[in-house]
């Protein structure tokens, strides 16, 4: 169990001006890990697919989809270090924003895991903010299967703010 993620999201009414209204994402995502997480750290690639309902402060709400990547240099069922990754969001409007993440800590909590992202908008909506972003992960498989074959991926609930 470990890194997933997701983005951001903002109403065209709102991100397109560059207006300085804080946007606030919740979603769901699925994550997919190559190689699987076994209890010895090496490089992995994690893919998600995010699902996002985006509200901002004067309630706008806007639904977004996220295709997430990252690299995780040193990645186990046990530890994330290093990790840094893009996504693109496709708004329902058919705007985007493309997000570079390049800040995470990561914390376990009662066997669930936590990490805190932080980045910045490069492209498109919000161009320019910074982007705070939770993770919280459980696994999709049993925690035995570290021994084994290692965790494939998991599902997240993801909450993302964009910044004013």
Known sequence: MLLVSSLLGAPASQASTGGHESVICAGNAG???????????????????????????????LAATGSFHAVAPSASCLSLTGA??????????GG?????????????????LVVLQSGRVVE??????AVRRTVTSLPRQLPTD???SGLRGTESAVRLEILP
């Not at 994550?31 to 090496?42: M, V």
């Not at 840094?84 to 409007?93: K, L, N, Q, S």
């Not at 985007?96 to 669930?112: H, Q």
């Open 84 to 93: 840094h990754g893009t996504e693109t969001v496709r708004y329902a409007d």
């Open 146 to 148: 570290c021994l084994a």
């Open 31 to 61: 994550s997919r890990y190559d190689p699987p997480l076994t209890l010895q750290p090496r490089t992995t690639h994690n893919h998600a697919d995010v699902s996002y309902t985006c509200t901002t402060v004067s309630g706008h709400t």
């Open 124 to 129: 498109g909506r919000g161009e320019g903010h």
């Open 96 to 112: 985007r924003s493309l997000v570079v993440i390049d800040g995470a800590t990561t914390v376990r909590v009662a066997g669930v």
